[in-house]
């Protein structure tokens, strides 16, 4: 069973309004200090949205958070799978052309490199936003870091060509720490997979550029560490969703 949990922020229209912002905000940073957040992205339209939500993030960044943006480059027949399957995945045309067996093959290469595309600078505790279908290539490299591995995706049609290309990606099981997409009133929404939460942030406050504003998405950041981490007082919290061994 998935729980829905929604946190407004509304317009600080009074002292007690202000510092219900403040305290919303200086829970999120103390979540993320000392941690880096990790845009990541390889195809055109991931690395815009990459781009917008490193934005964000670049306010609390004298709060001891840092944040990069990290363009991916690939191979050509990578790259053109990648925005084939991104192009899909925001689509609901009906008729498009099946994945054969040459993608397949040149994703699993993809998936192959995935250690290496992720690069050396991940370390334990740190946050990687993958917004492209490159994702589910990365997935593993980054959860084998002990670092947090979040798919921002875009909502969907339940048919057709987004189908497709989701079943496409899904189909060797990626495990992800959560999935962020966008939400009611500008804001933006986590299913967190450690616990089976769907955490929501919405309001006036939160702002809006590609659905993410800068208190819903370091909010949001925060409650996936907070419901990921692996131990806690007295044990284990939460089990993580397991890593195949590579």
Same mark, same amino acid.
């Given at each position: 069973?998935?729980?829905?949990?929604?946190?407004?922020?509304?317009?600080?229209?009074?002292?007690?309004?202000?510092?219900? *912002?403040?305290? #919303?905000?200086?829970?999120? $940073?103390?979540?993320?200090?000392?941690?880096? !957040? /990790?845009? =990541?992205?390889?195809? +055109?339209?991931?690395?815009?949205?990459?781009?917008?939500?490193?934005?964000?993030?670049?306010?609390?960044?004298?709060?001891?958070?840092?944040?990069?943006?990290?363009?991916?480059?690939?191979?050509?027949?990578?790259?053109?799978?990648?925005?084939?399957?991104?192009?899909?995945?925001?689509?609901?045309?009906?008729?498009?052309?099946?994945?054969?067996?040459?993608?397949?093959?040149?994703?699993?290469?993809?998936?192959?490199?995935?250690?290496?595309?992720?690069?050396?600078?991940?370390?334990?505790?740190?946050?990687?936003?993958?917004?492209?279908? *490159?994702?589910? #290539?990365?997935?593993?490299? $980054?959860?084998?870091?002990?670092?947090?591995? !979040? /798919?921002? =995706?875009?909502?969907? +049609?339940?048919?057709?060509?987004?189908?497709?290309?989701?079943?496409?990606?899904?189909?060797?099981?990626?495990?992800?720490?959560?999935?962020?997409?966008?939400?009611?009133?500008?804001?933006?929404?986590?299913?967190?997979?450690?616990?089976?939460?769907?955490?929501?942030?919405?309001?006036?406050?939160?702002?809006?550029?590609?659905?993410?504003?800068?208190?819903?998405?370091?909010?949001?950041?925060?409650?996936?560490?907070?419901?990921?981490?692996?131990?806690?007082?007295?044990?284990?919290?939460?089990?993580?969703?397991?890593?195949?061994?590579?």
């Amino acid at each position: 069973m998935t729980s829905l949990v929604i946190e407004r922020f509304d317009a600080a229209d009074s002292a007690r309004g202000a510092r219900a *912002l403040d305290v #919303a905000h200086r829970r999120a $940073v103390d979540t993320l200090e000392g941690r880096t !957040v /990790w845009c =990541v992205a390889a195809a +055109p339209a991931g690395t815009h949205v990459a781009g917008a939500v490193e934005s964000f993030l670049r306010a609390v960044r004298d709060d001891g958070v840092s944040s990069r943006q990290t363009p991916v480059r690939v191979g050509d027949s990578l790259a053109r799978l990648i925005e084939r399957l991104d192009a899909m995945l925001r689509s609901a045309d009906r008729s498009a052309t099946a994945l054969g067996p040459e993608a397949h093959e040149v994703y699993a290469r993809g998936i192959e490199d995935g250690d290496e595309l992720i690069g050396t600078d991940v370390h334990a505790g740190d946050v990687v936003v993958l917004h492209d279908p *490159l994702a589910a #290539a990365l997935a593993e490299p $980054v959860r084998s870091r002990d670092a947090h591995a !979040v /798919w921002r =995706v875009t909502p969907r +049609p339940e048919w057709g060509a987004a189908t497709q290309a989701w079943r496409f990606l899904h189909r060797g099981r990626p495990c992800f720490d959560a999935y962020i997409t966008n939400w009611r009133h500008g804001g933006t929404a986590a299913f967190i997979s450690a616990v089976g939460v769907l955490s929501a942030k919405e309001g006036p406050a939160a702002g809006v550029v590609e659905g993410c504003g800068a208190l819903s998405m370091t909010s949001l950041l925060a409650d996936i560490v907070r419901d990921d981490r692996g131990e806690t007082v007295g044990g284990r919290k939460h089990p993580r969703p397991t890593v195949a061994p590579r």
